[in-house]
């Protein structure tokens, strides 16, 4: 008896030595992919990179999504006739956000799926008087916008993009410094020769607020002003006045463009992709569906993410609630109530896309390793814990549709106490429907040049393609 108690330790010790967790046996979903899905990954990618050379705001950001969305058929709604089973159609509210809709064949109380996205990103905004001298060189007084660290955005290529809007009416478009050729504007760093004044600031006070003010001119004119050369060429190129700028939406991004990473080019670097990634994968996703879906496909695209989901262009606004209400009167005609566009929405399945913090591999100690996302792993599910998550069925309903499809995926939750972060999952919640938030990891959240992996991308697409057409 006493050999073969000591036989069963011994097995079991042998087991428990050599067991693992299955997330230790995942693999990068790299290992999985055949030659041909290597072409089709780039292909996609190169997509996506000039949409996000282009899309520096969600101003120019909602521009190339209409002009794609336009080129596969979809319309811009103007009244209800247009609503009838398979129309494409684009609502577009104020030029910042937008919806993509595909009418499904049963009617949006029978149910719908809606990705949601934000495409605005953390930048720097100029104020409302924003011309100054100083020490010769005129500046721009600025504001940021969303979280960033400060000290990123000294001493690399800027540019200036948005609109300006004039007393009668018309608008201007503005961007500088996107071109080659273009000049851009710098915020100046001090040189360590004489920075030993600044040397004991501490790391996210490294550049205050009201320093972060970049250069735009030193040459005076015969006045000795360089803000009246400055005002020249606005006035010259864009024909506005230094009172224009109080009506006027101009950000300051990057200048650099969308650039592989690595030498086997698996990674793609940009300003941006937190959360134009989603966003541009979620409008993609939809372009591809190829005959009318069972239930009406939304993309949901909102601006103001990254301040609070703030005004009638952010998450918090009633634009969606106005959507499923015109949809919903279209399709019931004259038995329409209020009560039916509260049952579409509560009959929604709805993912809520956005990006998050991939483990580091110089700081893998700021995640908690065991449920932190990796790049090239696959899409995230996140689950944030602390009732922000969504229910376990919804959940095994999005679990069953990635294995389904043999689609990587992985989970993501930040180190208790350490991290955090939102989406505009949390707003549509509110209106009863049903909710989960995935995303993808990104390496460099909010800096002027954040990495994602490509294929990371590519499987995003799967998912959103699969999960449009699900029953």
């Known amino acids: 008896m006493m050999y073969l108690f000591t036989f069963i330790l011994i097995f079991f010790l042998q087991f428990s030595l050599h067991a693992q967790s299955i997330w230790n046996t995942k693999r990068s979903a790299w290992q999985s992919i055949e030659p041909k899905d290597r072409e089709n990954i780039e292909n996609y990618i190169d997509g996506y990179a000039s949409y996000l050379d282009k899309a520096r705001t969600e101003l120019s950001s909602t521009k190339e999504f209409i002009d794609l969305l336009r080129s596969e058929g979809f319309a811009l709604y103007s009244n209800s006739t247009q609503i009838k089973k398979g129309a494409k159609l684009i609502f577009n509210n104020r030029d910042r956000a937008l919806i993509a809709v595909i009418i499904g064949e049963q009617s949006l109380i029978?149910?719908?799926?809606?990705?949601?996205?934000?495409?605005?990103?953390?930048?720097?905004?100029?104020?409302?008087?924003?011309?100054y001298e100083q020490d010769g060189f005129a500046l721009l007084q600025t504001i940021y916008y969303g979280g960033i660290k400060k000290y990123q955005w000294v001493n690399i290529p800027l540019m200036l993009s948005g609109r300006i809007d004039k007393k009668d009416g018309t608008t201007v478009q503005v961007e500088?410094?996107?071109?080659?050729?273009?000049?851009?504007?710098?915020?100046?760093?001090?040189?360590?020769?004489?920075?030993?004044?600044?040397?004991?600031?501490e790391y996210t006070g490294v550049m205050e607020g009201e320093e972060m003010d970049p250069i735009i001119g030193s040459i005076p004119d015969q006045k000795n002003s360089i803000l009246n050369t400055v005002m020249n060429v606005l006035s010259t190129s864009y024909n506005c006045t230094e009172e224009d700028l109080v009506s006027a939406e101009l950000h300051i991004t990057p200048?650099?463009?969308?650039?592989?990473?690595?030498?086997?080019?698996?990674?793609?670097?940009?300003?941006?992709?937190d959360d134009r990634s989603c966003s541009y994968v979620a409008i993609r996703a939809l372009m591809g569906i190829e005959k009318t879906p069972d239930l009406t496909a939304f993309a949901y695209i909102v601006d103001n993410e990254e301040t609070g989901n703030v005004n009638n262009t952010g998450a918090a606004s009633t634009f969606l609630n106005k959507v499923y209400g015109i949809i919903s009167e279209a399709q019931a005609g004259k038995d329409f109530s209020e009560n039916m566009t509260r049952?579409?929405?509560?009959?929604?399945?709805?993912?809520?896309?956005?990006?998050?913090?991939?483990?580091?591999?110089?700081?893998?100690?700021?995640?908690?390793?065991?449920?932190?996302?990796?790049?090239g792993f696959g899409p995230s599910i996140k689950r944030y814990g602390r009732s922000f998550d969504a229910n376990s069925e919804f959940t095994a309903?999005?679990?069953?549709?990635?294995?389904?499809?043999?689609?990587?995926?992985?989970?993501?939750?930040?180190?208790?106490?350490?991290?955090?972060?939102?989406?505009?999952?949390?707003?549509?919640s509110k209106e009863d429907m049903e909710v989960i938030d995935i995303?993808?990891?990104?390496?460099?959240?909010?800096?002027?040049?954040e990495i994602a992996s490509k294929i990371d991308i590519w499987n995003l697409h799967r998912l959103f393609t699969e999960f449009y057409i699900a029953q």
């Open 343 to 375: 049952q579409a929405l509560t009959a929604a399945k709805v993912i809520s896309a956005d990006a998050n913090d991939g483990i580091s591999p110089l700081f893998p100690g700021l995640s908690e390793k065991t449920n932190a996302a990796k790049l």
């Open 255 to 273: 200048a650099i463009g969308a650039r592989d990473i690595g030498l086997d080019r698996s990674l793609i670097g940009s300003y941006g992709q």
């Open 110 to 131: 029978k149910g719908s799926r809606l990705i949601g996205a934000h495409h605005d990103s953390p930048r720097i905004d100029i104020k409302a008087r924003p011309l």
């Open 397 to 428: 309903w999005i679990r069953n549709l990635l294995d389904k499809k043999s689609i990587p995926w992985q989970t993501a939750s930040y180190k208790v106490e350490t991290g955090g972060g939102g989406t505009i999952g949390g707003q549509m």
């Open 176 to 201: 500088i410094g996107r071109k080659p050729d273009d000049p851009i504007i710098i915020i100046p760093d001090a040189a360590p020769h004489v920075d030993s004044p600044l040397r004991k600031r």
């Open 439 to 449: 995303g993808i990891p990104l390496l460099s959240m909010h800096s002027p040049f």
